[in-house]
């Protein structure tokens, strides 16, 4: 060989290199970018506990199959040409009796995302956020969706235009919940935990008191309180309020006015 053919041979190879090498450096960065879009969820307790919530997400197209937190096997559905076939087949009949589809509208996050440069697609699991939900007790569900795409899309296309196509079947969700970013597990659990004596002492000022001829002092000041005056006269006593006079006598209700 030439001095000539060899230095072309070695610039061929040189170049050949740096486009395995571009091709790489694309992979990374797209893998990145998705992963810092979608940030995943960082569970415990068998997927029931929100140790670090992800990019809170809300499920946009029905037919994608959920399975338990401990389950090899996904069922995944596929999204093609901008239509999502759902789980279907084998895998669907054999996780029938542990599996539920997720709705359009449920609220889910990311549990991983896995670009593959060779078979042209994009693997996208998925966690039920249960507390976003109203599911108590937590179950942890997953899911997965496998975007396919034309083969060699994925080393041209950048990361705004995969993210419009994951958009059409997980939106980025704007809750309140997500921007305080706040583990909306233990979050749901404080608010209830906290809703729940003032929703109580909510009902109970709803219901009308009702002051009853015999009650006591003790009794009628247990369902309005303290009066704003007392007239002590002997046997007899007024209790004025702000909208009702109550009579005792001898420490008995006798009339309400």
Request: proline content about 4%; glycine content about 8%.
């Amino acid at each position: 060989m030439s001095s000539h053919s060899q230095n072309r041979f070695v610039a061929v190879v040189l170049v050949l290199i740096a486009l395995a090498s571009f091709a790489a450096a694309q992979a990374v960065t797209l893998q990145e970018q998705l992963n810092a879009e979608y940030k995943p969820v960082q569970m415990a307790g068998n997927g029931t506990v929100v140790v670090e919530p992800g990019t809170l997400m809300t499920v946009q197209k029905g037919g994608i199959i959920s399975v338990p937190w401990k389950a090899v096997v996904h069922c995944a559905a596929k999204f093609q040409d901008n239509t999502l076939h759902p789980s279907a087949g084998f895998c669907a009949g054999m996780m029938k009796s542990v599996s539920q589809y997720l709705q359009k509208g449920n609220k889910v996050y990311p549990l991983k995302t896995e670009v593959n440069l060779d078979k042209a697609k994009i693997s996208f699991q998925v966690v039920s956020c249960d507390s976003c939900n109203g599911v108590d007790p937590a179950t942890g569900m997953k899911g997965e969706v496998v975007f396919q795409f034309a083969k060699g899309y994925l080393e041209k296309a950048n990361a705004g235009e995969v993210e419009d196509l994951i958009g059409q079947v997980f939106a980025i969700s704007n809750d309140d919940q997500q921007a305080q970013g706040a583990d909306p597990g233990q979050q749901g659990n404080q608010q209830a935990s906290q809703q729940a004596p003032v929703q109580q002492q909510q009902e109970q000022q709803a219901e009308p008191q009702t002051i009853q001829l015999g009650m006591s002092t003790d009794q009628v000041q247990g369902a309005l309180g303290k009066p704003d005056k007392i007239f002590n006269l002997g046997a007899k006593q007024i209790y004025v309020y702000k909208d009702v006079k109550v009579t005792f006598l001898n420490g008995k209700v006798s009339d309400v006015q």
